[in-house]
């Protein structure tokens, strides 16, 4: 079976083009953490395209065009992606494809992943499973892309040919990607558009100008400057500094954005198993100026490594978040602080500060209890789940849910003045499951007790009238969630009266994440939980001898109270 043709990249400056005069398809994609390169939809790509017309040394904001990205900004000098509120950087790329392809027609394949979402596959797997389609051929085998799976176009699957689990695939139609013909436009002058010669005072405005104005002094140091290129030093000795990032002014910064390597006594990520061979577009020979060290082949990359990693006596330390994970400096101000000390020619070294402990200890089955005081260990909450009562004030409020305009969603009652709850509000959250237990290992703070395990369990679903979007499906990311509470009277007593919350549908809600920026989604309910047992580097976590006051005025907020939970 013929292979489709890859797409060819010249780089120049970072940006690829096709020859003159030949029609190209466009494909804009990032590199993921596994090394291969996933397409932006057709849509993204035909607004970068847009925004490269008016300066191809621009910025391209794309949550503009697609609200899920919407914390992510696009550098088309350094070509890399920036994630605004985590500071990842990654790389990112202009690729050509044949006007008769996939992505010229529009076409998208895709295949269904385990929460029920559709996935589409990277663009040569794509185009190749498109070549068989068109051809008829009844199955395809992606072995010869890396790929260890059987494509059967009859019943429109994927079988695993390892484990011959199989999964669902379609053929969807979208826009077409963006045709170029010849070279890119010439730049023009920072910013784009601005016909009063002044930027945007918005706050993604000012994150880029003052990235634009970091990255100019940096090259203005080096045009000064201009040293010869060092050879490679040797690489450093075994029991080396381990999780050190040493950040020094670039001479790939022009083309490349500021990217933080790993260092020597980390492991090097490698090509996972199953992954696509890499595109011929990335250089395979000497570090070309303009192109990430991430494109280099393996011992260029260890190379360059080796080369960050031997930091001189003296350079100062500055403890800032890993790029990457967590910690108590946001890693864009890290990023910002090195970039404006290198401009500066001082020698600057990034230390990665320790991660989180999220969970605790493995425990045995043996070893977990129920909690003393709290009957059962589990509680599940269906679709409108209500506690039945014969009290006077839940008559009155089934009585109110059935009246045609009922003060309420739920039927409770809220002084303006106190903010006292009559009655008992409900809330939105999906259905799911709560479980809670002993376990035999202590929080920091509270060495003397053992430590409460919650687990809260929701899948993903079909929002129901009472949510933002009836009919839509919503997804529940980073299910099962683990939470902490001390096993002593207070940390009982707010076990009990979360239980409360739970029965009542008020401890999760769907709406927009605000880490992610998904909508649609399931989320916490202004009732703060800790998720970290065995340190606080997040906030969400112990010591904190103030947490369960102010849980429990949270709970109070919602109308779940130590005398409502009694009667």
């Not at 994609?29 to 970068?48: D, F």
């Not at 039945?388 to 003060?407: H, L």
């Not at 006292?420 to 007790?449: N, R, V, W």
Request: proline letters at 12%; glycine letters at 8%.
């Amino acid at each position: 079976m013929s292979q489709p043709g890859q797409g060819v990249m010249v780089p120049v400056n970072g940006l690829g083009f096709p020859p003159q005069n030949v029609a190209r398809v466009v494909v804009w994609e990032w590199l993921n953490e596994h090394s291969r390169w996933r397409p932006y939809t057709a849509t993204v790509c035909h607004h970068i395209e847009n925004v490269l017309k008016e300066d191809a040394r621009g910025s391209v904001v794309l949550g503009q065009v697609d609200a899920q990205l919407v914390p992510y900004i696009i550098d088309l000098q350094s070509m890399h992606q920036f994630r605004q509120d985590t500071g990842t950087m990654r790389p990112v790329r202009r690729n050509f494809y044949d006007p008769s392809s996939a992505p010229g027609k529009g076409i998208v394949w895709e295949w269904e992943n385990d929460g029920g979402a559709w996935t589409a596959y990277d663009m040569d797997i794509c185009i190749t499973i498109q070549n068989a389609y068109e051809k008829q051929h009844p199955w395809l085998d992606l072995s010869s892309l890396g790929f260890c799976y059987l494509i059967y176009f009859n019943s429109m699957s994927q079988m695993n040919r390892q484990t011959r689990r199989r999964r669902r695939l379609r053929r969807r139609l979208d826009l077409a990607y963006p045709l170029t013909v010849g070279s890119i436009p010439k730049s023009q002058s920072w910013p784009v558009g601005a016909s009063s010669g002044q930027p945007c005072s918005c706050q993604q405005c000012l994150l880029v100008n003052s990235t634009r104005a970091a990255s100019n002094a940096i090259l203005a140091s080096q045009r000064r400057k201009a040293p010869p290129a060092p050879p490679p030093p040797a690489p450093p000795p075994p029991g080396g500094p381990v999780g050190t990032l040493a950040v020094r002014p670039s001479a790939t910064f022009a083309g490349a954005a500021l990217w933080a390597a790993p260092t020597a006594g980390s492991a090097e990520p490698s090509q996972p198993p199953g992954a696509p061979p890499r595109s011929p577009s990335a250089p395979s020979g000497a570090p070309t100026p303009g192109q990430n060290n991430l494109n280099r082949p393996g011992p260029q990359r260890a190379t360059s490594v080796s080369a960050r990693a031997s930091i001189p006596p003296g350079v100062p330390a500055l403890p800032v978040k890993n790029l990457n994970g967590t910690g108590p400096v946001h890693p864009a101000l890290a990023g910002m602080t090195g970039i404006l000390l290198c401009a500066a020619g001082l020698p600057v070294c990034l230390t990665r500060a320790p991660k989180p402990i999220l969970h605790p200890p493995p425990v045995s089955k043996s070893d977990v209890k129920p909690v003393p005081g709290v009957p059962g260990v589990c509680r599940k909450t269906k679709k409108k789940h209500l506690k039945k009562s014969k009290n006077p004030e839940d008559v009155v409020r089934r009585y109110m849910q059935k009246v045609k305009n009922p003060p309420d969603e739920d039927g409770s009652l809220q002084c303006p003045t106190c903010k006292a709850i009559y009655g008992e509000k409900t809330g939105t959250q999906p259905p799911g499951k709560m479980e809670f237990h002993l376990i035999p290992h202590s929080l920091p703070g509270f060495a003397d007790t053992q430590t409460i395990r919650i687990v809260y369990d929701i899948p993903t679903g079909i929002q129901g009238p009472e949510h933002p979007n009836p009919g839509k499906k919503f997804t529940a990311r980073g299910f099962p969630r683990h939470c902490y509470l001390p096993n002593n009277e207070k940390g009982r007593k707010v076990l009990r009266l979360l239980i409360t919350a739970w029965e009542r549908r008020l401890i999760f809600t769907i709406g927009t994440s605000n880490t992610t920026g998904e909508s649609d989604t399931v989320v916490w309910n202004e009732i703060h939980h800790k998720t970290e047992f065995g340190s606080n580097l997040t906030g969400h976590g112990y010591p904190d001898a103030s947490y369960l006051d102010n849980v429990l005025a949270e709970l109070t907020a919602q109308g779940v109270s130590e005398a409502v939970a009694k009667a």
